[in-house]
């Protein structure tokens, strides 16, 4: 099965400035959008970020002008910068690589606390 490995997750300070990574194998990737998800406890999944083989790029309001996603296509690797972290960022964050339908997939997903 298709397996994609995140990380770059761990207890962060308020206004640290962590990477994520996410690594895919480079048969999907090249041809995939892709995108960071988080889940905090007790929330629903929401999409953070997304960045398309052509390089455009979406965030959620919440995150806007704090984090930015980019990809390294040589590498096979999407990356989520996150500056100024804030408490409320504290969730699992995880890594989808989207084709169709029928060819989604998804990381183990990665903490990230953010406390004193």
């Known amino acids: 099965q298709v397996q994609l490995v995140e990380s770059g997750g761990g207890l962060v300070q308020p206004g640290g400035y962590p990477r994520l990574s996410c690594v895919a194998p480079?048969?999907?990737?090249?041809?995939?959008?892709m995108t960071w998800y988080r889940q905090a406890l007790g929330k629903e999944r929401e999409l953070v970020a997304g960045i398309s083989r052509g390089g455009s790029t979406t965030y959620v309001d919440s995150v806007k002008g704090r984090f930015t996603i980019s990809r390294d296509n040589a590498k096979s690797t999407v990356y989520l910068q996150m500056n100024s972290l804030k408490p409320d960022d504290t969730a699992v964050y995880y890594c989808?690589?989207?084709?169709?339908?029928?060819?989604?997939?998804w990381g183990r997903g990665t903490q990230v606390t953010v406390s004193s």
């Open positions: 480079g048969i999907i990737f090249s041809s995939n959008t």
């Open positions: 989808n690589s989207y084709y169709s339908i029928y060819q989604n997939y």
